[in-house]
């Protein structure tokens, strides 16, 4: 069997334009990665990174579209076959930007999303990446119709500045994990493998009419540091009892 098709790939993904150090969904990330990385140790792993802040997908345009729509007509499509239906230079742009977004979740057992929240729901960057990714067909099979993410595991960290929990005067306005939630559910991933971690009141340090709830604020990093190491510990565990269970 091949070695490189059948070890573990964490696709660890940064969204935040928080200057350098300042973020805390980045953080989070990175705590996660280092802990999975570690915890693979000897049996190891594969690992891609992608900065949405520093290097943004393009939003898609009417190229986009009308290409999409004219893909989806065929029914759906298999990956590897959308390149025969390009028929001029804008489908080619098009095709050139999504394909290797495409292919690098669909190589990925693990997404680790770092979100803040941003006027309530998620980043730009993070929807101009999630309508490239899903582009039609590109995350169904093909034979069956199953969704191709239904494997993976998906780990979202965010951070957002205020508090949304219950009794929160912003209780009910969290457009973020409830969207994500949503997003990757109808795509096929089951509940157990969705991972939400997130750290609130972040704000705290900076505004200062937040200051009497710092010590909230630091409460729920920690926590939220302990959940990502618990999670990467997990499910570092996870792919190697399952490793165990193929080789024999
Ligand atoms: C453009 C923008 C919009 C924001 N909107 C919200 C918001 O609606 N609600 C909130 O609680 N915090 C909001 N914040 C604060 C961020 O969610 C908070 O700073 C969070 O920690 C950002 O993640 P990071 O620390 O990983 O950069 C906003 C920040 C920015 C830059």
């Given at each position: 069997m091949n070695h490189e098709a059948t070890t573990p790939c964490l696709l660890h993904i940064d969204t935040s334009v928080s200057p350098p150090g300042e973020s805390v969904s980045r953080r989070l990330t990175a705590l996660f990665a280092d802990c999975w990385r570690r915890s693979r140790g000897a049996a190891g792993h594969r690992y891609r990174y992608r900065d949405l802040a520093a290097e943004p997908v393009p939003y898609v345009t009417a190229d986009y579209a009308r290409f999409g729509y004219r893909v989806e007509r065929h029914g759906t499509v298999p990956v590897d076959q959308?390149?025969?239906?390009?028929?001029?230079a804008a489908d080619a742009g098009v095709w050139r930007v999504t394909l290797p977004l495409v292919e690098e979740v669909l190589a990925a057992d693990i997404l680790l999303l770092g979100v803040p929240m941003y006027n309530l729901t998620v980043p730009a960057a993070l929807l101009a990446w999630i309508d490239r990714i899903s582009?039609?067909?590109?995350?169904?099979?093909?034979?069956?119709?199953?969704?191709?993410?239904?494997d993976k595991q998906v780990v979202v960290v965010s951070a957002r500045g205020g508090g949304y929990g219950p009794g929160a005067p912003r209780e009910g306005l969290d457009f973020q994990v409830p969207y994500l939630r949503g997003y990757f559910t109808d795509r096929g991933v089951p509940e157990e493998q969705l991972h939400f971690v997130t750290a609130e009141l972040t704000r705290a340090w900076d505004v200062p009419t937040m200051a009497p709830l710092r010590s909230l604020a630091a409460d729920s990093e920690a926590a939220a540091r302990q959940a990502v190491t618990e999670l990467a510990d997990r499910l570092a565990a996870g792919e190697r009892e399952e490793a165990a269970r193929y080789a024999v």
């Open positions: 959308v390149a025969g239906l390009v028929g001029d582009f039609p067909g590109a995350l169904l099979d093909p034979e069956t119709g199953a969704g191709r993410l239904r």
